[in-house]
Each structure stands twice: as C-alpha cells, then as structure tokens.
C-alpha cells in the first residue's frame, strides 16, 4: 500500500531532484542523510512506476518513489 508524503527536494541547474526530507503522516520530519541510488524502476508491492531513490534516513535505508509529481513510500510491515 502506497503512502503519500510531502517531500522537501533539492533541484539542481541541471534539473535533477534530490529529496532532502520527508514528513511522516504523524507530522514527523525525517531528514534524507545520503541518497544512495536513483533509477526507474516498479514499485512491485505499492504499484506503479517512476524513480526510485534509495535513501539513507537515521541508522537505515528506505525506498521513497516519485511517480508522476508525487512522493510515497511502499511501508515495511
């Protein structure tokens, strides 16, 4: 299941977007400490397609996708 998130982004000159944070359903801010990956992949288990990054958040890694001008995250359960 896919949750929506608002996203805080970088955008370069060149036009490449980096997410800097995030923010939880709960009004929680996560800061993005490194990106690790970005590539167009599927999101198997949210569905959908679009880029996916990689991202280090506090001791972990999460996936945070932006699929058409939207950012979600596929939760872990």
Known sequence: MKVYLPVTAHFDADGN??????TWTDG???EID???D????????GGGLGLRYT???GGGTAQ??????RWFVVPKK
């Open 17 to 22: 977007i980096r997410p800097v944070a995030l």
């Open 28 to 30: 929680r801010v996560y």
């Open 34 to 36: 490194r990106v690790l």
């Open 38 to 45: 970005v590539r167009r992949a599927a999101s198997l288990k």
């Open 55 to 57: 991202c280090r958040i």
């Open 64 to 69: 945070v996708w932006l699929d058409e001008n």
